[in-house]
């Protein structure tokens, strides 16, 4: 009666826990890494630590702040309030090119040609509306350009100085794109930089402006870094994209 009642019990367990095993273990978050090419991308996260995922990582990395939708668009999130580098009070869910994947000292000149292509769609925004989606920074310096969605329409912040003067060269372009998905495109031509928002472009040539950017190097960034430093009612920055593309070249 012991051996049968035991047999009986464990029987029960094993049948109990075949039935619940489906529903305990969930379905991972799709990586992004699986449908685009990030081999030359590092993240930085909005968490606590604003910890990165580097290269060898992403072919495999999703989370609340970084995955795959059901259509296929890749997600960038950063919570109002999340974590911050150490230069920014700013949370942000944002791709850094690294062109070696081992130094990220390794970048590219102001000179020759690079682009940054991409289409977006802001799903969501904090309550100051602006968020950065597309950028040039400078290695040890400023950055050359911040592509900002502010209130439903984008706006180009173009620094005069990689070290001087900290003002900007605004332009906000006629379209007001809200939530709807956009396309952009940011360039550098043997110094000359251009920016296209649906059409309409820009250009400034930023080796003129200041000499002292000939001395610097390049790298882009992308995703959803958020101008606010304040956590309110669980507010994001969210922001998808279904191309990202980059073009070097002499």
Known sequence: MQWTSLGVLLGALMALAGCQSPQQV??????????????????????????????????????????????????????????TTENSRYPRSELREVLDPGDDNVNWSGSGHHALSATCQVIQAPREQKIIVGQIHGFDARPLIKLQWEKGKLKALIKQSPKGSNDDISHVFATRVDNRPFSYRIEVNEGRLSVEVEGERIEHDFYREDPAWREVTY???????AQTAKSANGEVAEVHFTRLQVEHGQ
């Open 26 to 83: 969930a379905a991972p978050t799709p990586a992004p890494g699986t449908k685009y090419d990030l081999s030359q991308w590092k993240l930085t996260l909005p968490d606590r630590d604003a910890n990165e995922i580097l290269p060898a990582q992403l072919a495999s990395y999703s989370s609340e702040y970084f995955h795959l939708t059901a259509d296929g668009a890749m997600a960038f999130v950063a919570p109002a309030g999340g974590g």
């Open 219 to 225: 790298y882009f960034k992308a995703g959803a870094y």
